[in-house]
């Protein structure tokens, strides 16, 4: 079996906790068969993950493989595998065979999948739910640090706090429209 990325001959590895591999000693690569996996977590418990864990650890120190950059045929049945972006400062993409089922890791990738608490909902990761709901919390995040950079960290702060206050009350989108129309009026 060859690595999917650099061709190299795949050799049998083993990542943390004894997930039984097929790994590649050129690029660091990791192959992990539906099988395996699946006997793997199975001695797992159920942890359901918020995909706001994503954008909680966005600056993640992780530099990407370069490799990470295009798509692979599954080293198993030849496929093209799927990916699943992990959206953090340094983006990656994680692989999926949907036919065979076996999941591709760059170098790196599953020591990042293990500090998110991600390696034991890999099937997660590739839900279109899971997706959308991490664009959204990333987009969320993205807004945030530009209130930030616009206003001031302790204006910003304050603006949250108040955001979240009216949030929670029942007339809070009057109180919203309010300061909208008050900032309309004192800009014209």
């Known amino acids: 079996m060859d690595c999917p990325k650099c061709k ?11 997930l039984l591999t097929k790994h590649c000693q050129e690029c ?3 192959w992990i ?3 395996n ?3 793997w977590r199975s001695e797992r418990p159920d942890i ?3 995909p706001d864990v994503v954008s ?3 600056h993640l120190p992780y530099t990407p493989s370069p490799l990470d950059a ?3 045929p599954c080293p198993e049945c030849g496929r093209i595998m799927a990916r699943g972006k992990i959206s953090l400062k340094q983006p990656f993409y994680l692989e999926h065979c949907l036919t065979c089922g076996g999941i591709w890791c760059d170098r790196g990738e599953w020591a990042v999948l293990e500090q998110l608490k991600l390696d034991t909902n890999i099937a997660q990761i590739f839900s279109g739910v899971w997706q959308a709901q991490v664009r959204s919390s990333h987009l969320n995040e993205l807004e945030r640090q530009s209130v930030i950079d ?3 960290v302790e204006m910003a702060q304050r603006v949250f706090e108040l955001a979240d206050l009216l949030s929670k009350h029942p007339n809070g989108d009057f109180a919203a429209a309010y300061l909208m129309r008050r900032f309309q009026r004192d800009r014209e």
């Open 37 to 39: 996996y699946q006997s």
């Open 70 to 72: 295009k798509t692979a």
């Open 28 to 30: 660091a690569g990791e």
């Open 48 to 50: 359901a993950i918020n």
């Open 56 to 58: 909680q650890n966005y």
């Open 33 to 35: 068969s539906r099988r």
């Open 150 to 152: 616009k206003i001031g």
């Open 8 to 18: 190299s001959e795949l050799v049998n590895g083993i990542l943390s906790d004894m």
